[in-house]
């Protein structure tokens, strides 16, 4: 099956760009998302890119996809401190019910 | 429109009792998801579903049963919990044609 990983932790200074980075095993992935989780909250999708392109680019966030390495990254322009969560990389197929994949999250900590 | 409502928001349970999650969403979504979310581990998929009166087992699904007799509501069984069910548990939705996985805000679950 799909295998997603994320690494743990980045740290960066606000104004900065941060750069969260996602690999994934499955290359019949058609759909692979970033959503956000804030403490104690739910997953709130932030963009997700379709695997026939390789870049996407909404406001502050830019996804770039390198398919043949099945690398994924979400590159935060300016971050601020209200950036500060846990992001999540996540792949889809149309098998399975289209479910979801996640990787183990990466922990953006943005100090100001 | 709520999107998607799981209930309770919290329990607690003592080892060996049962209890039922209840997954309810109003978007009229063919696909239904749980979920388990442990520290460093990302969201596992427990079971999903792909219509009315079907389901299927995903990557952890011992411990758990499911049900959906209804379109709109997606049920998560523990007959007999043990700690290492403690977990956050999040239901998701999502229609054929969408790319989007709408998710609840979650159930946190301990078992003592």
């Known amino acids: 099956g799909e295998d997603v990983e994320q690494s743990l932790f980045l740290s960066v200074r606000e104004g900065d760009s941060s750069v969260i980075n996602c690999t994934y095993t499955?290359?019949?992935?058609?759909?692979l998302y970033w959503y956000k989780q804030e403490p104690g909250a739910g997953l709130q999708l932030l963009t997700y890119?379709?695997?026939?392109?390789d870049m996407k680019q909404d406001q502050r966030l830019t996804v770039l996809l390198n398919k043949k390495d099945k690398h994924l990254s979400l590159r935060i322009a300016d971050t601020q401190t209200g950036d500060s969560a846990i992001y999540f990389c996540?792949?889809?197929?149309?098998?399975?019910?289209?479910?979801?994949?996640f990787g183990g999250g990466t922990r953006l900590m943005v100090k100001p | 429109n709520a999107g998607v409502t799981q209930t309770p928001k919290f329990r607690v349970l003592k080892t060996g009792q049962s209890m039922t999650l209840l997954c309810a969403q109003d978007?009229?979504?063919?696909?239904m998801y749980w979920y388990r979310q442990d520290p460093g581990m990302g969201l596992r998929l427990i079971h999903y579903?792909?219509?009315?009166?079907?389901?299927a087992k995903g990557e952890v699904p011992d411990g758990y049963n499911v049900s959906r007799l209804k379109k709109q509501n997606f049920l998560l069984g523990l007959e007999s919990a043990a700690p290492s069910q403690t977990s956050v548990y999040f239901c998701?939705?999502?229609?054929?044609?969408?790319?989007?996985?709408?998710f609840g805000q979650g159930t946190r679950l301990t078992v003592v």
């Open positions: 996540a792949a889809a197929n149309n098998n399975a019910g289209n479910m979801l994949t």
């Open positions: 998701a939705s999502r229609g054929q044609m969408n790319t989007e996985a709408f």
């Open positions: 499955d290359s019949s992935s058609t759909y």
């Open positions: 890119i379709f695997s026939n392109m």
């Open positions: 978007m009229n979504h063919e696909y």
């Open positions: 579903s792909v219509g009315e009166g079907t389901t």
